[in-house]
């Protein structure tokens, strides 16, 4: 009999994931994606000096959360495209491209193994679209056309797997 130090490890793998989006009036909407990029936050690193100090001492600054883009094959479901389509509206009618409140929503990256359940959830706080892309038009091409939206955020979160 051999002695276990330790746990063993469980790496996630990158099956699939869905989004789930908070629709505003029309309820929620979900959608498949085959593409997400990372998710990042930056904590910047203050330094100051007191008094001749040699080392400086250090603390957390501001955070910067990276853009987040979703790619998937194109489908006739028109809810991103509409949402950032309102975005786009209120930023024209408003003449100088403020974005009202009511138009960020919250939304769920869910992360699935292969069987369907859930790995993680990652919440994802007053998201809005500034980028579609209705992809690579090319008849001569074999691909799928694949579109993409482009979505900035205040913050993120892993939330809990209820057990």
């Known amino acids: 009999m051999g002695i276990v130090i330790g746990q063993a490890r469980t790496f996630m793998k990158k099956f699939a994931f869905r989004i789930e989006l908070d629709g505003g009036a029309g309820g929620p909407v979900y959608a498949g994606f085959s593409k997400c990029s990372e998710l990042s936050v930056e904590v910047a690193n203050v330094q100051y000096w007191e008094g001749g100090g040699l080392i400086p001492n250090k603390s957390p600054g501001r955070l910067t959360f990276a853009d987040v883009t979703l790619e998937r094959g194109a489908t006739v479901d028109r809810a991103l495209y509409d949402w ?65 939206v482009t979505l900035t955020y205040d913050y993120f979160e892993l939330s809990p797997l209820a057990r």
């Open 84 to 148: 950032l389509n309102e975005v786009v509206s209120l930023a024209a009618g408003s003449g100088i491209g403020l974005t009202d409140p009511a138009y960020k929503r919250n939304l769920d990256i869910v992360q699935l193994d292969r069987d369907g359940a859930v790995q993680r959830r990652w919440s994802i706080y007053n998201a809005w679209p500034t980028k579609f892309v209705a992809g690579e038009w090319d008849a001569n091409a074999d691909e799928v056309l694949i579109e993409s």
